[in-house]
């Protein structure tokens, strides 16, 4: 791209309209707790929790977005609609009039940006580098899905539960992954996820996501814990040492399970189209 590597200034470097008075970043929780042996309960709260609510199946909401990446911090206004496990869509709003700037599809394999100011089309593989230059987190799209809609689901086996700790008000979860290990803090009281940190094989946490502000949803006859504040931060190695990108989303409505027909991206009329896959990471990021 010749250097150019702008996708859409208005896209995430929208500063214009959000203002920073009240930016919100990531609140850290201190987890700690005391080794406890796992009791027949513990086990089948850790179950349902992991399940992460599969009557749900797709959400259309409104939230406010605050991005924040080492060079920039920005918020948005977005419409968020999922469709659980397939796709996901957010149209991004900004200035004083919330006027739309940028839609983005994702597919499970294809990204699809529409740089509405510029009329520019970005299509790429779904991918965390592309998510990184578009988003800010670098996080893959099943955990940036399933963190949007704020049901985790937790799937690996009871056998990989290496130790519970009881803490202030949680339960803390070590399992064993393929890549290292997982926390998966617990809300015993709410039955719900508190929050999730992902760890590589040398123990360092490289994703770290909460879920706050629980409210119950009527869904279908079942009253279900959803959270409306996520905040995910995810570590990336730097020569001075971890390199923080932050993504908090809080939502102000929701509805859930309205449509799960496809979420159909329309592709817009004469833009110049822009391979994403080979466009530089955005200097905002």
């Not at 299509?123 to 800010?136: P, T």
């Not at 009527?218 to 040492?241: F, R």
Request: proline share 4%; glycine share 8%.
């Amino acid at each position: 791209m010749n250097g150019k590597g702008v996708l859409l200034p208005a896209l995430l470097m929208l500063v214009l309209g959000g203002g920073c008075a009240d930016f919100r970043t990531v609140g850290r929780q201190e987890l700690s707790g005391e080794q406890v042996a796992l009791s027949a309960e513990q086990t089948a709260l850790f179950r349902e929790v992991a399940k992460a609510s599969p009557i749900v199946e797709s959400l259309d909401g409104y939230a406010d977005v605050w991005i924040k990446t080492p060079k920039r911090q920005n918020r948005v206004f977005c419409n968020i609609r999922i469709n659980r496990g397939h796709e996901a869509r957010m149209i991004v709003s900004a200035g004083l009039f919330g006027w739309p700037v940028a839609d983005m599809f994702f597919s499970t394999d294809s990204l699809y940006v529409h740089d509405m100011h510029n009329n520019r089309l970005f299509l790429g593989s779904n991918n965390g580098l592309n998510l990184e230059k578009i988003i800010g987190v670098n996080s893959g799209f099943r955990l940036l899905s399933e963190s949007l809609l704020g049901l985790v689901n937790i799937t690996e086996p009871l056998s990989a539960i290496r130790s519970v700790k009881q803490g202030a008000g949680v339960l803390i979860f070590t399992l064993a992954t393929s890549g290292g290990s997982k926390e998966v803090v617990i809300d015993p009281s709410s039955r719900t996820l508190s929050a999730l940190l992902v760890m590589n094989r040398q123990g360092k946490t490289t994703t770290e996501i909460h879920f706050r502000n629980y409210e119950t949803i009527a869904i279908d006859g079942h009253n279900t814990p959803l959270p409306k504040d996520i905040e995910m931060v995810l570590y990336n190695s730097g020569a001075d040492g971890p390199v923080e990108h932050q993504l908090v989303i809080a939502y102000d409505e929701r509805i859930f399970n309205k449509s799960v027909s496809s979420l159909r991206f329309s592709m817009p009329k004469k833009a110049r189209v822009v391979n994403l896959d080979d466009a530089a990471v955005l200097p905002w990021m």
